[in-house]
């Protein structure tokens, strides 16, 4: 199946981020800051081009969400929109910008809460590999996009994505995926992908990391791109600071365990400013993982 881009000019990824700091900016200045309305006005203006209804904000993008039906914007010039904003006085528009902070800071405190409880249910599914199997083979691989690309369609390839992976040749030796979804000024929209395997049953982590990205890159009409985390060019930086938790690790090593476990649990870090402004609607998720597929019968555990 083939993704239908969106090629809107305006990114939206980087616009909303755009907006949350306009807010966080205008709310901390204690005076109006230069050319505060022509900003307002170009991101407002920017913003009714991506906004849909039926998507669900983060609390500092609600206000420019309101505001879409306070103006009509379908005729509205930059110009002639500072102008409409301007008969509402800077601290105002501080006041109803304010209104939303305290929402904000519960959010904030409820993606932190919801980071490090997935943190630790990443620990925990390792606990279980790391007893049932003696060697494991950890691949990552990176996703994101060439193209500006609407929140929406990033959804709907990681779920062709994720199907892709299930029913592949790979599908059913993957012992746990992981994949946690971002938003990054630069970066936009972004996926980092994680794929546990038994060593004894799978080896090649760059090939594999391969397959999945050239999956995306189809998925996506080549409008997808993809990072190999395997690539000895980036390995050998990481090796030479002694941080490598990727690729073979044995479960009788320490400190390779530990690699791992930090490496892994990087996906779920709360203290990231990258989380998702927008979402598909209220339940869509910015992070998953399978169930641990772990042996049953412990004597089989291949040891070396």
């Known amino acids: 199946m083939v993704s239908i881009l969106n090629q809107n000019k305006i990114n939206e990824a980087t616009l909303l981020i755009e907006i949350e700091r306009f807010i966080q900016s205008s709310l901390n200045s204690a005076r109006q800051p230069r050319s505060f309305y022509q900003n307002f006005a170009d991101l ?6 991506v906004y849909d209804p039926d998507f669900s904000y983060s609390c500092l993008i609600e206000p420019f969400c309101r505001l879409l039906y306070d103006y009509d ?11 409409l904003l301007k008969q509402t006085p800077f601290r105002q528009w501080q006041s109803d910008f304010d209104l939303n902070w305290t929402d904000h800071l519960d959010e904030m405190r409820q993606h932190r809460f919801s980071e490090k409880q997935n943190a630790q249910k990443i620990d925990s599914r390792l606990n279980l ?3 049932e ?6 691949v990552r691989v990176d996703l994101s996009y060439v193209a500006n690309i609407s929140i929406e369609q990033v959804d709907d390839d990681l779920e062709i994505l994720r ?3 299930n029913r592949s040749q790979y599908g059913d030796d993957v012992l746990l995926l992981i994949w946690a979804l971002e938003q990054g000024e630069s970066t ?4 980092h992908v994680a794929l546990v395997f038994d060593e004894r049953k799978r080896h090649g982590a760059w090939r594999i990391a391969k397959a999945v990205g050239d999956w995306w890159k189809e998925i996506t009409d080549d409008q997808g791109k993809y990072f190999n985390c395997h690539d000895r060019r980036y390995l050998k930086k990481y090796e030479e600071r002694d941080v490598v938790g990727i690729g073979v690790i044995y479960s009788n090593v320490p400190y390779q365990v530990n690699k791992m476990r930090s490496t892994l649990s990087y996906l779920a870090r709360p203290d990231k400013a990258q989380y998702l402004r927008v979402k598909t609607s209220t339940k869509m998720r910015s992070f998953g993982m399978s169930q641990v597929k ?10 070396r």
């Open 44 to 49: 407002l203006l920017d913003f009714h081009q």
């Open 73 to 83: 914007l379908e005729y509205e010039s930059p110009e002639s929109l500072c102008k």
């Open 129 to 131: 590999l790391i007893d």
């Open 133 to 138: 199997y003696s060697a494991l083979l950890v």
């Open 163 to 165: 199907r892709k992976i």
């Open 188 to 191: 936009g929209y972004h996926c």
């Open 294 to 303: 772990a042996k049953i019968n412990r004597r089989n555990c291949y040891k």
